[in-house]
């Protein structure tokens, strides 16, 4: 079991923290209160680590951080509180208390930590949008429900389900994961046929992790190879690209891919979902973007079909990220469709999109023995593209015929 790290800013919430790690303290753990206030004002109330221990983390020191300038004082005491916390060592769960300013101080030090050890946030920013502050982790927000500014009968009940969350989380071991090595599919509705049967085949000998490709999922996917949690990944909706190209609302980022490509891992790619762009309501359409074809996938989602130009661009992307992959990749072309609206009568049949997107990575792939597109003639939800897929992740050591 490890410890405990209750973390705030003394300065103003020293009370709510001593609370808080007393609750945690009294269910049995050990714990380590942590003061990340950037005022420089030495706390009624002695952490057991103070601001200037964390501060002199940064990189350049804890004077890089005591600036008397608070926007630029709490950027660098969130780096140096990354560093700090990274370099433990007995980290068993953390529980951070902010505003919206130390929310944003404390998240990126969770976010850097592995998933699935305990990462709680007690916040009064949590009831809104808080994807800027979890990202790809697991942080767990608690609303605060009335401002953290001392303790009353509200921020008590809160505060004291936290700790017991965090106390519990620590103190209790998870069941421990089957042994059978893990690999990361992306899955998107319109590919949901293949991902779904690729995983069921595999799920005998490998524990399939599959990740919905709404941006959010690519980059948790990649976070989960950064950590060398993932042996490897079957990348069958790489749609997220089309957004990041386009201005759609799912892009995973200019970085997806790039963690793949560092680690090495074996990779097997393909098109899935690269005949759409995703949108919210179809008032939220760019005007620019009118007059374009589209399909109302529910009432909250609008999706736009890629054109040829569009898809060279993709392309283009995606042949950049291949060529930097490190480990051996196979990168999968379905030649009867990339998604279930793009096939023959379907909304999004476009055969010279399709053959744009499919020119390009031809073109601009640097193609090895390591590296390889491969051109499949059915549609990625027809089984034969499956028995492809799986037949490209045994080729290269990922699958049944890379095992010992």
């Not at 309501?281 to 130009?309: A, C, I, K, W």
Request: proline share 6%.
């Amino acid at each position: 079991m490890g410890r405990a790290y209750v973390v705030g800013t003394f300065d103003t919430k020293a009370a709510e923290l001593r609370y808080v790690a007393a609750l945690v303290a009294e269910a049995g753990v050990e714990v380590t209160t942590v003061d990340v206030s950037t005022s420089g004002a030495e706390p009624t109330d002695d952490p057991d680590v103070t601001a200037a221990e964390v501060a002199a983390a940064h990189p350049r020191g804890a004077s890089a951080v005591f600036t008397g300038e608070r926007g630029s004082a709490v950027r660098a005491m969130a780096l140096a509180f990354e560093r700090w916390l990274g370099a433990r060592v007995d980290v068993g769960g953390v529980l951070g208390l902010g505003g919206s300013g130390g929310t944003a101080l404390i998240a990126p030090a969770l976010r850097a930590l592995p998933v699935g050890l305990p990462k709680l946030v007690v916040s009064t920013v949590a009831s809104g949008d808080v994807s800027g502050y979890v990202d790809a982790s697991d942080i767990a927000m608690f609303p605060a429900v009335t401002d953290l500014a001392g303790l009353n009968r509200i921020s008590r009940q809160v505060l004291g389900n936290a700790a017991h969350a965090l106390a519990g989380a620590v103190r209790s071991a998870v069941p421990a994961a089957p042994e059978r090595p893990a690999v990361a599919l992306t899955m998107f509705g319109v590919t949901t046929p293949c991902v779904t049967e690729t995983a069921r085949r595999l799920a005998a000998e490998h524990d399939p992790l599959v990740f919905h490709a709404t941006g959010t999922g690519g980059r948790a996917m990649e976070k989960l190879v950064a950590d060398g949690l993932v042996g490897a990944v079957l990348d069958i909706t790489t749609t997220e690209v089309c957004d990041l190209i386009a201005g759609g609302v799912m892009s995973a980022g200019p970085e997806r891919l790039d963690a793949i490509a560092r680690a090495g891992v074996p990779y097997v790619g393909s098109c899935g979902a690269l005949d759409m762009v995703n949108f919210g309501p179809p008032d939220s359409v760019p005007e620019r973007y009118r007059g374009r074809l589209f399909h109302e996938h529910n009432p909250q989602v609008t999706l736009m079909r890629t054109t040829p130009e569009e898809n060279r661009e993709i392309g283009r992307f995606l042949a950049a990220k291949l060529n930097a992959c490190t480990g051996p990749v196979r990168f999968l072309l379905p030649e009867g469709g990339v998604s279930s609206l793009d096939l023959p009568g379907r909304p999004f049949h476009d055969p010279d999109a399709d053959a744009a997107l499919f020119e390009v990575l031809e073109a601009e792939v640097r193609q090895t023995d390591l590296r390889r597109l491969v051109r499949v003639p059915q549609d990625i939800n027809d089984d034969g593209f499956v028995d492809a897929l799986l037949g490209a992740f045994d080729e290269i050591g990922a699958g049944r015929g890379g095992r010992g």
